[in-house]
């Protein structure tokens, strides 16, 4: 049943609007990588507005990954081994996704950071670099997004990937002033004209002086224009500082709208309700730009926990394997992590190297012909994998997630219905689910008292009904 109200008022629980497994299982799809059938089952126990507050709350308080050794390593430190840094890269996107299993909202935010204030290792090659700007994206996942804008120009890496290491007094490079306005902050075509852009690529100039190569840039006030723009309708010597400030107090609207709206397709659904977006603009822009408050608003609203908007995203191929290990409550430390990385990078989601500087286009263009054979073959692999050596946690998982000890089709259906909370469309689907649920044990032990929930083939069956799901098209939606 929808919820009869759907608005940004905070989530009570009704008996119409249960806070149930469901529900649950829906907020840690969103705010994390989904979660182990343990934490869903104390999630129900609690006050769902309170565990929003505690997950925002360790988000904000978790330390950023700790500096490597590449951290500040410059071109020349290299030699002829350049490759180094490739692989310096490697295996720290690799440590990314480990701690993406662990570190809840603040990954979840920020790798939607990473795919909005885009920037590409294969443009800048630096570690270094790339270090710098991951514990940047880290620093401000959840932070003030004004600062965030601002700190994020002046970062080596996006200096590099969108020139302003090249913009200089007389020849402005316009890449930059045009990518925070399209994409960073107000939208294609809204609210600012070519000249906007032209006299902004003359405020940001002098960020040129590079004393060696993948070291600090510096400003050099030699480069940096020093005449008279004029920006949005404002007229005077700006410089770097000047174009965030006026940007964010001439266009204040569009910037909390535009951000709100992608919030909201990343976590709610890719049909946007406008109305909520402006409520929430609304509040991005009452608090002062702290984009915890945003989500704040977002997690804990009647419009979230609608049932309109439970399963209803196509996430990412690393956020859908990261769902699946932590649904079934499996570490990925190992050779898990580094077959996810390589198979991902593969199959167009390769950390710190997204499409372009729109980054990916997400959702729908996640499943084509070649993608969805690769997610279903993935997790199919890991399926045989898991099951061999996690028997016993997979059995109790079984009797975690269904209160029924015999009847075979209602522990089915409780199964489907924890890993698709929206279940099946047509019957025919739990039929056949049952079917490969039972396997090949005999038909006579489930009617005559053999068979039960303590059955010792019960993570075999888990893992044949999981390979049945996996390839059903709702398996896809989070």
């Known amino acids: 049943m929808n919820c009869a109200i759907s608005d940004l008022s905070p989530y009570q629980p009704t008996m119409e609007v249960p806070w149930n497994r469901q529900r649950a299982v829906h907020l840690y799809r969103r705010m994390n990588f989904g979660a182990s059938i343990d934490v869903i089952n104390n999630a129900i126990a609690q006050d ?11 988000a904000k308080q978790l330390p950023p990954t700790a500096e490597p050794e590449f951290a500040g390593k410059l071109k020349s430190e290299y030699g002829l081994a350049l490759l180094q840094s490739v692989l310096e890269k490697d295996g720290y996107a690799r440590q990314w996704i480990l701690a993406l299993q662990q570190n809840g909202l603040r990954g979840r935010m920020t790798l939607f950071w990473h795919n909005h204030f885009v920037t590409r290792f294969d443009v800048y090659e630096s570690a270094s670099y790339l270090y710098q700007y991951h514990r940047l994206l880290q620093e401000h996942a959840l932070g003030n997004f004004k600062d965030f804008v601002r700190a994020v120009g002046t970062t080596p890496a996006m200096l590099i990937f969108l020139n302003g290491s090249q913009n200089a007094a007389g020849s402005p490079n316009e890449n930059y002033a045009r990518e925070v306005y399209e994409l960073f902050t107000l939208g294609v075509d809204n609210g600012y004209t070519q000249q906007d852009i032209v006299e902004t690529a003359r405020a940001l100039t002098g960020y040129t002086n590079i004393p060696e190569e993948w ?3 510096l400003f050099d006030e030699e480069t940096h224009d020093n005449g008279t723009k004029t920006i949005f309708g404002r007229t005077g010597n700006w410089g770097y500082d000047d174009v965030i400030d006026i940007l964010f107090e001439e266009r204040a609207i569009q910037i909390a709208e535009f951000i709100a709206r992608k919030v909201y397709r990343h976590f709610v659904n890719p049909v946007v309700d406008e109305i909520i977006v402006r409520e929430l603009a609304t509040v991005f822009l009452g608090s002062d730009w702290d984009i915890a408050t945003l989500l704040e608003a977002l997690f804990k609203s009647t419009h979230f926990f609608d049932e309109k908007n439970i399963a209803t995203i196509i996430p990412g191929h690393l956020e859908h394997i990261l769902i699946f290990f932590n649904e079934l409550n499996v570490d990925i430390s190992g050779l898990s992590v ?11 989601q390769a950390l710190f190297n997204p499409v372009d500087v729109a980054g990916w286009p997400g959702n729908r263009s996640w499943i084509n012909t070649t993608s969805i054979a690769y997610r279903w073959n993935y997790l199919e692999s890991q399926l045989g994998l898991i ?7 997979l059995a109790q998982m079984v009797r975690k997630i269904t209160d029924e000890e015999f009847d075979v089709e209602i522990i089915c259906r409780d199964l489907i219905h924890y890993f698709l909370p929206k279940g099946f469309q047509f019957e025919s689907d739990y039929e056949a689910a049952l079917v490969s649920f039972k396997g090949e044990i005999p038909g006579n032990y489930f009617e005559d008292g053999t068979w039960d929930v303590h059955y010792w083939a019960i993570p075999f069956q888990l893992n044949g009904l999981l390979k049945f799901i996996n390839r059903i098209p709702e398996y896809q939606l989070k």
């Open 387 to 393: 099951t061999l050596f996690n028997l016993e946690p």
């Open 338 to 348: 580094l077959g996810i990385y390589g198979d991902t990078t593969e199959n167009g």
């Open 215 to 217: 070291g600090p840039i």
């Open 48 to 58: 769902p507005t309170q565990i929003v507050d505690q997950l925002i709350q360790e």
